[in-house]
């Protein structure tokens, strides 16, 4: 993988939702497991127009199933072969290591959505095309 989409990725999931220091992080994979807990690959529930620093418990709940649901389930491994991207380890375990950043939720969303479809495509003109979204230009310039 190219330095732009392995790191770019680590920066935008892994601060979102910085998922422990064993081995999982927050990033976007391939992979549509079951929801979780309720989750859609259509969104999390959660309002879109709430920054991520906002977010109360219950919402971090919200978005990190839908995010885990998004790419595979808590504790599985996605791999695409121009790198390996970990879904988070377990609700609790991404719910505590919840970053906060200004992004919206819709915008997260978006992009992590962008993401997992250039996951799938696992090419390096996929994930340009996913982080040259407004979505994801949006989480990156929040600072997640």
């Not at 906002?54 to 599985?76: P, Q």
């Not at 997260?108 to 996929?126: G, P, V």
Request: glycine share 16%.
């Amino acid at each position: 993988m190219t330095r732009f989409g392995a790191v770019t990725l680590a920066m935008v999931f892994g601060a979102l939702i910085g998922c422990g220091s064993s081995g999982g992080g927050g990033a976007a994979g391939a992979g549509g497991g079951a929801a979780v807990g309720g989750s859609s690959a259509s969104g999390s529930g959660v309002d879109g127009t709430k920054l991520v620093s906002a977010l109360t418990s219950d919402d971090k709940v919200k978005i990190c199933d839908w995010f885990a649901s998004l790419v595979g389930g808590y504790g599985k491994s996605n791999t695409c072969g121009m790198g390996s991207f970990q879904p988070p380890l377990s609700q609790s375990d991404c719910t505590q290591q919840f970053s906060v950043c200004d992004a919206k939720v819709s915008d997260y969303e978006a992009c992590s959505k962008a993401n997992e479809e250039a996951q799938k495509a696992c090419t390096d003109a996929a994930f340009a095309t996913a982080f040259s979204t407004d979505a994801c230009k949006a989480v990156l310039a929040a600072g997640c």
